[in-house]
């Protein structure tokens, strides 16, 4: 019996690159073989499904399952390549209060039997959908952009994670890992941009990955398609399976991999915990 | 040549995406609550009909939408056990 390890993806703000970053992820982890589940709690506004191409096929939704008017098995939705990938989508016609603590709990557990990983989607804020994506997580990815405000209501996050989770209620300590989207090499160099070192100064969390700013992050979504799977060769794509490497407890330098053919960006020494 | 046909050539991934939107809007906006509850009891009735002739687990029977421009598919995915064809 598997026992999943639960990862949520959460930023405070919003357009941060939230739900880009769990389907890259989550489609990186699954095409290493492993059995991954994505959790979109954004009710109401339920966007992970358009990002992973799997809008057409929704039938039930994550509020069915907590309410037992659908099983868990009912409700997955199968990606289309990846054949370990599962979406479990957030209700588009309640609101966010049909989401209850209990029910929560209960689909995380049965879905830990059967995945190695599941991913919540957090929505932007710090309401009710935000604190019940993190409430049951293992472990945090925080996406932050090289922007003031970002950085701000990431820190605000980072206060939730350490008191509002399963984990941080038990004494433990939540880890926490930073990956900073939409990076522009060319304004970070010319000081126009905050630095990564700051970012991890500030924030004070280990760093996960540098996803650079791309068009092809715009073009993946477009088309349904996560970057890592749309065009695994594009920068963000080896960033975001960089990342992943990272999480799954590999020691490897942080590095912005750039468009240019085997040229990469500068190396960082941040790591993740 | 006119100058659309060469607008519409710059990115096909624009327009995949407008494609996509506006099946999934024309669902959205007729609301899509009528079909999990269309699905739920297809699934029911479904199950009442298998069970006549053979026994199954209710939770070995799937059942998928595909919603596309002009129609929308449903699959049933049924795992017989071993021994079904046997007993029918």
Known sequence: MTDGKVIVVTSGKGGVGKTTSTAAIASALAKDGERVCAIDFDVGLRNLDLIMGAERRVVFDLVNVVRGEASIKQALVRDKKLDSLFLLPASQTRDKDALTEEGVSSVINELKMSFDWIICDSPAGIERGATLAMRYADAAIVVSNPEVSSVRDCDRIIGLLDAKTIVAENGGRMPKHLLVTRFDTERAKTGEMLAIDDMVDILSIPLLGVVPESKDVLKASNVGSPITIANENSAPARAYMEAVRRLRGEDIPVTIPEDRKGIFGKLFRGRAA | ?88
């Open chain 2, 1 to 88: 040549m006119n100058l659309l046909s060469l607008f519409s050539k710059k990115d096909k991934s624009a327009s995949v995406a407008k494609n996509r939107l506006q099946i999934l809007l024309a669902h959205e906006r007729t609301g899509s609550g009528p079909d999990a509850m269309l699905v739920s009891r297809l699934r029911e009735d479904i199950l009442e009909v298998i069970k006549k002739h053979i026994e199954i687990d209710p939770e070995a029977v799937k059942i998928e939408m595909d919603r596309d421009e002009e129609v929308t598919t449903l699959g049933i995915d049924i795992e017989l056990p071993v021994k079904a064809s046997e007993q029918a």
